[in-house]
C-alpha cells in the first residue's frame, strides 16, 4: 500500500519512546506516562506522505490547535498539559510539541459536515445519504446541509484511505452511550468552529476530531479532545465571498499540491505504483501562503515565525 515516499527516522532524545510516525506528527512517551506530540512540516496527497515539507507548517497546526482548544474548552476539555520541549530535544521542536495526558481513544473519526463535498458528495451521489443520514435531493458539491450532520469513519492505517460508516455502526463499536457523547459533542465543537469561521469570512465546510476517554477502557472517565483541533489538515475552510454552490471550491489546505501533482507537469500517475516527486518551489511557497492565510484570518493573529 502506499505510505510514505521516505518514511522518516524519529528524534533520540533521553527520557523518551518513540511510538508512532504518522502522516504529520511523531508521538513519544516520557517517562512519567505522557505522550509528547511533535507536528512536522510532512504534508499528504493521495496516500502519500510526500517527500517535500512545506516550511512552518507543523508550527501553524500547533499554535492553531491550541487557539481552537481554548476557545471550545467550555465544550469538551482537551488534553494538552504542556508545550515546553523535553529537555535535550532537538532545537527545531520549539513550537511543534504538546506534551498531552493519555487516553483510551476511540476507534473512530469523528466527522461533521456542514457542507456536502469529498467523500460525503460521492457517497449522496450514490445513494442519496452519508453514513445513513438521509439527505435532501437536488444537492450539488458544496451545497449547505439543512443541518449540520454527525458522519463518522473508521481509522485508516497510513496509505489507507478512512472508511464512512453509519451511526448503527458506531453504537455497535463502542455501545449507544458513547456514540451518544461523541455525536453530541462533535456537533457542538464543530458549531462554535462554524460560527466562529463565518465570523472571520471563511466557511468552514466539514472536519473531523478524535476522542479519548481519561479511565482504563473506551466510555470510562471524561471524554477529552486530543490529536488536534479545526486546522487546515482536518477540517475544509473556503472563503465564504467565493462560495459558489455546483462546483469544487478553493480550500485553505494542500490544493495547490493536489492540482500540481494530478498536471502534465508533474508527470506523476496518481494510480500507478510510483511515488510522487518533489514539489516545485512554488508549489511549496503557495501552499505555505495558504496555511500562513487561513491561521492569520481565523486568530487575527500575524504569523511571525
Known sequence: MPGFVEKP??????????????????????????????AG?????????????IPDKGRILTRLSLWWFERVADLVPHHVLSTEPPEGAPADWAGRVLVCRPLRMTPVECVARGYLTGSGLA??????????????????????????????????????????VTYEEVVRRVGPEVA?????????????????????GLILADTKFEFGYTGDAVGEGELVLADEVLTPDS???????????????????????????????SGWDRHG????????????????????????RLTGERWDS
Open 180 to 200: 451518544a457523547d461523541l455525536r453530541r459533542v462533535t456537533l457542538a465543537v464543530y458549531g462554535r468552529g462554524r460560527d466562529v469561521a463565518r465570523e472571520r
Open 9 to 38: 527516522q524519529p528524534a533520540h532524545v533521553p527520557g523518551l519512546v518513540h511510538l508512532h510516525t504518522g502522516k504529520v506528527r511523531d508521538l513519544y512517551e516520557d517517562d512519567a506516562g505522557r505522550l509528547v506530540m511533535v
Open 273 to 296: 505504483a510510483a511515488p510522487p516527486p518533489e514539489l516545485p518551489a512554488e508549489v511549496v511557497a503557495r501552499t505555505r501562503a495558504k496555511y500562513v492565510e487561513v491561521y492569520e
Open 41 to 53: 512540516d510532512r504534508i499528504s496527497a493521495y496516500d502519500w506522505v510526500l517527500p517535500t515539507e
Open 235 to 265: 477540517s475544509r475552510f473556503w472563503a465564504l465571498d467565493d462560495w459558489l454552490p455546483g462546483r469544487p471550491q478553493p480550500s485553505f489546505d494542500k490544493q495547490y499540491v493536489r492540482d500540481w501533482l494530478t498536471s502534465a507537469e
Open 123 to 164: 457517497e449522496y451521489a450514490e445513494s442519496g445519504a452519508v453514513c445513513g443520514v438521509e439527505l435532501p435531493p437536488g444537492l450539488t458539491d458544496a451545497s449547505a446541509l439543512p443541518a449540520p450532520v454527525f458522519t463518522p469513519a473508521t481509522k485508516a492505517e497510513v496509505g489507507e484511505h478512512d472508511e464512512n
